[in-house]
């Protein structure tokens, strides 16, 4: 990953988190015990730096709720099948320098900050896009966010949990902001030294390679792919990546 890619992602991160209520605090800070993730464990769809809600037993009303989010959604992103309508409207492209993306976000903070206080399910922080065999970018959902504090019990609110699974990035080792030309370090063994594909999960793993630790990046967030189809399932189903 070039430099300046490495600096958007702290660059918006920092922007973003600010939206988002704070979601990326010192270490310092995170070291304080959490009620809201109180409970909070890691399971299969887990990884070491990425941390998901767990499973609920669904009800009819959780089927009802989710489905009524999912077609209200639907309904007031169709508008965004172009790219351009999206910029209108004041969201940017993440990590624009970034051609090889599995899935482009485009972020509105202002919604963001909106999300961290009421949920309005037609105006998501993000809308989704993946590039297709026409080299084009396709609309295929949106992502909601919430502050990386929030119970469990607010997520729930917001689309049930035994539907959808909110994650959380979680335990990033990343360059020093004035050292962002580290990104594409690796270690020894070859294995990347910063970021999502980094086996360091600590902060005195991270402190020993001159790194900055990020126990939580961003906050909660969703993903709802209205546009690659009908079922919950497939609505709701791409958390684990």
């Known amino acids: 990953m070039k430099a300046t890619a490495s600096i958007k992602i702290l660059t918006l991160g920092a922007a973003f988190a600010f939206a988002s209520a704070g979601l990326a605090r010192s270490a310092a800070a995170q070291s304080k015990p959490d009620m809201g993730m109180m409970g909070m464990?890691?399971?299969?769809?887990?990884?070491?730096?990425?941390r998901m809600t767990p499973p609920r037993a669904a009800?009819?009303?959780?089927?009802?709720?989710?489905?009524?989010v999912a077609a209200e959604l639907k309904r007031a992103i169709a508008k965004y099948q172009d790219t351009a309508a999206a910029v209108r409207d004041g969201y940017r492209m993440f990590l624009p320098n970034v051609k090889n993306q599995r899935v482009f976000h485009f972020t509105n903070t202002s919604r963001a900050f909106e999300e961290a206080f009421r949920f309005n399910p037609e105006k998501p922080t993000s809308v989704l896009y993946k590039r297709g065999a026409d080299g084009k970018l396709h609309l295929i959902g949106a992502m909601y966010t919430m502050p990386q504090r929030a119970s469990l019990d607010r997520l729930n609110a917001r689309v049930p949990l035994s539907i959808a699974r909110w994650h959380q990035h979680v335990n990033w080792c990343l360059p020093k902001s004035s050292e962002s030309r580290r990104y594409g370090e690796r270690m020894a063994d070859g294995a990347p030294k910063f970021g999502p594909d980094s086996p360091i999960a600590t902060k005195a793993a991270c402190d020993a390679v001159?790194?900055?630790?990020?126990?939580?990046?961003f906050g909660w967030m969703l993903h709802a792919n209205v546009y690659d189809g009908a079922e919950l399932s497939t609505i709701f189903g791409d958390e684990p990546h």
């Not at 464990?41 to 990425?50: C, F, R, V």
């Not at 001159?210 to 990046?217: A, I, Q």
Request: charged share 15%; aromatic share 4%; net charge negative.
């Open 41 to 50: 464990s890691m399971d299969p769809a887990s990884s070491a730096h990425m």
């Open 210 to 217: 001159g790194g900055e630790f990020h126990p939580t990046l």
């Open 59 to 68: 009800t009819h009303q959780d089927t009802v709720r989710a489905l009524t």
